[in-house]
């Protein structure tokens, strides 16, 4: 099993920076692929952004430039570094970790943490 933690949200002005971080405890194996998702107000849960054990990223067009996600495998800890925030990035935002089976993947996931952007 896997737990994650996300810590790092908050309130900011529209413009402003922050850096999100997802703590994993339990076995990290290096077919474990990791990704953040948010979930807006109102809406459905998206992908933003995941990367892979060996570092390959990929990023959903709206915040390409703006995010930059990172992991160091050593700590088990993912991150995610936000700027330029704008209000509509204001959601909970989720760490994921899929681990890939002949199943298919198995996911896991964090609580959430609130990210709130104010004009």
């Known amino acids: 099993q896997v737990q994650l933690v996300e810590s790092g949200g908050g309130l900011v002005q529209a413009g402003g920076s922050l850096r999100l971080s997802c703590t994993a405890s339990?076995?990290?194996?290096?077919?474990?692929?990791m990704a953040w998702y948010r979930q807006p107000p109102g809406k459905s849960r998206e992908l933003l952004t995941s990367?892979?054990?060996?570092?390959?990223?990929w990023y959903e067009s709206d915040v390409n430039g703006r995010f930059t996600i990172s992991r160091d495998n050593a700590k088990n800890t993912m991150y995610l570094d936000m700027s330029y925030l704008q209000p509509w990035d204001t959601a909970v935002y989720y760490c994921?970790?899929?681990?890939?089976?002949?199943?298919?993947?198995?996911?896991?996931w964090g609580q959430g943490t609130q990210v709130t952007v104010s004009s």
């Open positions: 994921n970790l899929a681990r890939q089976s002949s199943g298919g993947p198995i996911n896991f």
């Open positions: 990367i892979t054990y060996g570092g390959k990223t």
């Open positions: 339990g076995r990290i194996f290096s077919i474990d692929d």
